[in-house]
């Protein structure tokens, strides 16, 4: 799934414009919206979705979490690209995408359409994007997100770090990707307690968050599978999908493990486990 450095390059290659993604979509106006895959749209109805954003100009497009937030001159278009989700500009008379199940056309001939292979992916309008993204943790490269911050929030809870950092309640943003990077930038174990951590532990995890993200940022994220594509973050993965390689640090073999479902990639020498204190 697309993560913070994936969803952030998507955001600005589209306020930008791009070759991977065609012209900026910033002062274009909705003409109409095609919906193919009717559970697309999470919020409101299809029906109420389609009246409801011809004739609005995209006034700017951001990122909160994993969402790419459209601000419309009056409302807020979000969509979360979930497992295989992608958006690309193209002109109307362009090739079809099989995959593009909601397609929003602009009044100059363009289109913006919402390619989704697995059809996981979710639209949301709402009268402002905090309707939608109000739970959301910080913003982990927020200015006002410091080190003293992150530490009260780790010693807040009683969780292991891995499934906590995927928590987008607790972090937004943060997925497997990163979070296993992080982890290991940061010497810790993915199923230590996040409470046991001692303060220079967690400001070494808040650090390592911030680099991990970073350098995805630098790489226009990471190429996925088919979903997203155009990102070379996955040249320079320190343990992430590595299982048996070694470890960049230290040179012994990575281990993969399965947290909460979840593939995990760690260093056992470089990241090893400690009890927990009662």
Known sequence: MPELPEVETVARELREGGRSRGPSVVGKTIARVTVRW???????????????????????????????VFQLSRDALLVHLKMSGDL??????????PHAHTIFHFADGWELRFSDTRKFGKVFVAAQAEDVTGA????????????????????????QLKPLLLDQTFLAGVGNIY??????LAGLHPLRRSDTLTPDEARRLWAAIRRALRAGLKHNGASIDWAYRGGGFQNYFRV???????????????????????????????????????
């Open 88 to 97: 690309t500009v193209a002109a109307a008379g362009a090739p079809p995408d």
């Open 136 to 159: 959301l943790g910080p913003e982990p490269l927020d200015p006002a997100f410091t080190a003293r911050r992150f530490a009260v929030r780790l010693a807040g809870r009683k969780r």
């Open 179 to 184: 979070a296993d990077e992080a982890l290991h």
């Open 38 to 68: 009717p559970r697309h749209i999470a919020r409101p109805s299809p029906a109420e979705a389609q009246a409801r954003l011809p004739g609005q100009v995209i006034r700017d497009v951001a990122r909160r979490g994993k969402y790419v």
């Open 240 to 278: 992430y999908g590595r299982e048996g390689e070694p470890c960049p640090r230290c040179g012994g073999p990575i281990r993969r493990i399965v947290v909460g479902q979840r593939g995990t990639h760690f260093c056992p020498r470089c990241q090893p486990a400690r009890r927990p204190r009662m």
